[in-house]
């Protein structure tokens, strides 16, 4: 299947930036769909960005215009770049990569986690 290990969380002040990456290994050819998820304490796990593997992208209503989704197929590594911070940002961030198998069979893999903590 498809392993994802993500970095690059931390705290940041109100205002910064920051860029997750996601490094993903074994069958990466079969993916599908990159993303980058979301949850804070007590919150259910949301969607922020995903890229297909044709490139197209979509964007949580709440990080248009800030966040962007990337890929880098010669890494196999995918990104979130995030600007303009703010404090509801906080949250336990996970990437995402699903698709199908070769032999036909569907996989959700996710990464780790890392906190991103916005505060001044």
């Known amino acids: 299947q498809v392993q994802l290990v993500e970095s690059g969380g931390g705290l940041v002040q109100p205002g910064g930036s920051l860029r997750l990456s996601c490094a993903a290994s074994g069958s990466i050819l079969s993916i599908r769909t990159m993303g980058w998820y979301r949850q804070a304490p007590g919150k259910q796990r949301e969607l922020v960005a995903r890229i297909t593997s044709g490139g197209s992208t979509n964007y949580a209503d709440s990080v248009k215009g800030r966040f962007t989704i990337s890929r880098d197929n010669a890494k196999s590594t995918f990104y979130l770049q995030m600007n303009s911070l703010k404090p509801e940002d906080t949250a336990v961030y996970f990437c995402?990569?699903?698709?199908?198998?070769?032999?036909?069979?569907?996989?959700?893999?996710w990464g780790q986690g890392t906190q991103v903590t916005v505060s001044s």
């Open positions: 995402n990569a699903a698709g199908v198998l070769t032999y036909y069979a569907p996989f959700d893999s």
